[in-house]
């Protein structure tokens, strides 16, 4: 059964840029599906950040995209989120998700999340 | 962007009660409409796909119905173990919008 597994820094430093990745086990990220990345601050609802196909066509939320890359290693397996200039709004849980459906419309697979604080 | 409204913002009832849950749209998106459900601390569960159909292994108690700009999630005989928060989404244009959650809370 496939598992996404999130991971880097707990803590991130206002102004810099945040990095995580998400490791996909069980599931060739190269065989289909979108995979993306949702986030919620505390206390807060979801939100979208952005999704891609394993051929590269990447989407993102118009909130965030001046900010936002996503990008896929398929040698690893693994899904990648970089968030730049970031304040202490984008302090949150981040989530990456697999999107299957015929239009990709529904997430399926989520990660367990993981704490990303923004504070110097 | 489509805005997904949800309402109520909190539902209070008792175990055993019969939940019913809306999702407005602001524009049509046809019948791409999901359904999650969020415990505290615990990642967001998947119940209902394309307005109508359960995830797998989620309860019969559990159905979707609606298309267009107006959905609803039921939830028929409460269990203790249902009362969380719940999201509608959807996704237009490649582009992904929740609602804002109902909370489900015991009365």
């Known amino acids: 059964q496939v598992q996404l597994q999130e991971s880097g820094p707990g803590l991130v430093k206002p102004s810099e840029t945040l990095s995580l990745t998400c490791t996909v086990s069980?599931?060739?990220?190269?065989?289909?599906?979108?995979w993306g990345w949702i986030r919620q601050p505390p206390g807060k609802g979801l939100e979208w950040i952005g999704s891609l196909y394993h051929s590269g066509n990447t989407y993102y939320n118009p909130s965030l995209t001046s900010r936002v890359t996503i990008s896929l290693d398929t040698s690893k397996n693994q899904l990648s989120l970089k968030l730049s200039s970031v304040t202490a709004a984008d302090t949150a849980v981040y989530y990456c998700?697999?999107?299957?459906?015929?239009?990709?419309?529904?997430?399926?697979?989520w990660g367990k999340g993981t704490t990303v604080t923004v504070s110097s | 962007e489509i805005v997904l409204t949800q309402s109520p913002a909190t539902l209070s009832l008792s175990p055993g009660e019969r939940a019913t849950l809306s999702c407005r749209a602001s524009q049509s998106v046809s019948s791409y409409l999901a359904w999650y459900q969020q415990k505290p601390g615990q990642t967001p569960r998947l119940l209902i796909y394309d307005a109508s159909n359960r995830a797998t292994g989620i309860p019969a108690r559990f159905s979707g119905s609606g298309s267009g700009t107006d959905f609803t999630l039921t939830i028929t005989s409460l269990e203790p173990e249902d009362f969380a928060v719940y999201y509608c989404?959807?996704?237009?244009?490649?582009?992904?919008?929740f609602g804002q959650g109902t909370r489900l809370e015991i009365k």
């Open positions: 998700a697999r999107a299957r459906g015929a239009a990709y419309n529904y997430m399926d697979v």
């Open positions: 989404q959807q996704r237009s244009n490649w582009l992904y919008t």
């Open positions: 069980d599931y060739s990220i190269n065989s289909g599906y979108y």
